[in-house]
């Protein structure tokens, strides 16, 4: 996306035997999407948007499987798809054949890149530029719940102490997640934090906020059997969580020795391997 090898302003000349017959002017520019707006990085809040709203789990045979797409999308010129091509399907790095329109894969996909609110607009020489663009739609079961280039994490409490965590058990399961999604700000970036704690040997969900409103989220409007109050036992969850004591999290293990670091494994929210830290 962008201008790759076009300059802003251009003149293309067309010469003859040594004398310039023609030339013509150009204003290249890039109508950027309103995503930038949300998140600098466009390109990578493009794929979130995609990405988190793609519901994997509901494909079994995913379930321990990568699924990528490439796609050519031809925008017009508000960033609205006039023109879609998928340029092909790999699944665990192996092409495969293209999938029908009415397949199940291929319908998702749909569903999600119209979650997009508009796409950026490259207009070069006078005419609109195709983007062509490659994600990575699946990554095996849980691949929601890692963090990826995420600054507001969740936090949980362990023994009277205050964790952030890096992992979001929420976003485990994305059939639960997909009941959260329609809440947000902006479809699909992550506009939420949620607080957790560990007791009793067993993983709750005790609140979430979102992103514009200083209000607790109602829970029960994802899951119906709640009670207002009373937290949520996360029984869709397997797999560890990693946490850092305090507020923050940071990849340096110089601000973040190992000793304030917490891990431990659940399955199906029950403990199975004592914290360690």
Known sequence: MGFN?????????????????????YQNYIKKSSLVEENPYYEIALYKVIMSNFNGDLFPALANKRLRVSLSILPNADGQIDSLEILGWAIDGKKK???AANH???KELKRCLALVPDWEVSFIRGKIEKNLVSIALWNKKGCRSTPWNEKNYDSIYIVQKYYALKTFPLQYDTRLYARLLRFLPVNGLRNYTAIWELANERLYLKSIRLWNDPKPFPLEKIFPEARPGEPIEASWYNGEIVCKLGKEISNSTAYN????????KLKKGRLISPPAD
């Open 5 to 25: 090898r076009n300059y802003e302003y251009e003149t293309r000349y067309n010469i003859q035997k040594g004398v310039v017959v023609d030339e013509q002017h």
């Open 257 to 264: 020795p190992p000793e304030l670091f917490c891990a431990f």
């Open 97 to 99: 054949k293209p999938f």
């Open 104 to 106: 199940p894969y291929v």
